[in-house]
C-alpha cells in the first residue's frame, strides 16, 4: 500500500526533481535508504526526498499523499457518492499530515531540516480541489509544520535551491580561484627572491 502511494506521486516528483536543475545524489536524495534514519521511537525513516541546502541543511518532501478518493469523484456520476468521495479525499489527506508530523524529521541529528515538511500533491487539480473545498487546510496543516504543495509550486521552490547551488558554486570557485592565484604569486615572489640571490 505504501509503494502503491509513492508511485501515485514519484513519477510526476522526480520528473520535476529532474527539469529543476538539481543533481540526484549531490543536491537531492531519494529515500535515503543509506543514511540511517530514526525516529524518536527508534524506527527507521526514509523520507521519499531529501534535498540538500548549502551549509549541510535539509528539505524533507514527502509524496506518498493519496489522490485515490479524488479520483474517484472524477469518475463518479452520482452526486451523493461524490460528496462523499470529498469526505474521503480531505480525510485521506489530513490524516497523512498528522502521521507526517508524528514522524518529526526536524529533530533528527543527522538533518539540519527547517521547522516544517513539503508535503507534494501530484496534480494541480488534485491540490485546487482539496483548497477549494476545505479553504482551512493550509492552516491545518502549517500549525502541524507541514506545507502544502503542488507540482508548480514544488518546482518554483526547487528552482529557487537549484539557483542558490548555483551562487554556492561560484562562490566556491571564485574562493578556490583565489586561493590558487595566491599560492602562484607566492610562487612567483619566491621564484624571483631566488633569482634575485643568485644575481648577488
Known amino acids: 500500500r505504501r509503494d502503491r502511494r509513492w508511485c501515485q506521486g514519484n513519477m510526476q516528483h522526480l520528473r520535476i526533481l529532474e527539469e529543476s536543475g ?6 537531492y536524495t531519494i529515500q535515503a535508504t543509506d543514511m540511517g534514519l530514526k525516529g524518536a521511537d527508534g524506527n527507521h525513516l526514509k523520507p521519499d526526498v531529501i ?4 551549509d549541510s541543511k535539509h528539505l524533507i518532501v514527502d509524496s506518498k499523499v493519496s489522490i485515490t478518493a479524488y479520483e474517484r469523484f472524477c ?23 498528522v502521521g507526517l508530523e508524528s514522524k518529526r524529521y526536524q ?12 508535503l507534494f500533491m501530484p496534480t494541480e487539480g488534485a491540490f485546487s480541489f482539496a ?6 487546510l493550509h492552516s ?33 570557485n571564485a574562493q578556490e580561484i583565489a586561493r590558487q592565484g595566491g599560492a602562484l604569486y607566492d610562487k612567483f615572489v619566491g621564484f624571483l627572491e631566488n633569482m634575485d640571490a643568485v644575481g648577488k
Open 75 to 97: 469518475a463518479d456520476t452520482d452526486d451523493g457518492r461524490k460528496q462523499t468521495h470529498v469526505n474521503d479525499f480531505l480525510r485521506s489527506i489530513k490524516a497523512h499530515i
Open 51 to 54: 534535498v540538500h541546502l548549502p
Open 131 to 136: 483548497m477549494q473545498h476545505d479553504p482551512e
Open 107 to 118: 529533530d533528527i541529528e543527522k538533518l539540519g531540516t527547517p521547522d516544517f515538511v513539503l
Open 140 to 172: 491545518y496543516a502549517w500549525g502541524r509544520k507541514i506545507v502544502l504543495v503542488s507540482p508548480t509550486t514544488l518546482f518554483a521552490t526547487l528552482r529557487t535551491i537549484a539557483s542558490l547551488w548555483n551562487i554556492e558554486r561560484q562562490n566556491r
Open 22 to 27: 538539481l543533481r540526484r545524489d549531490e543536491d
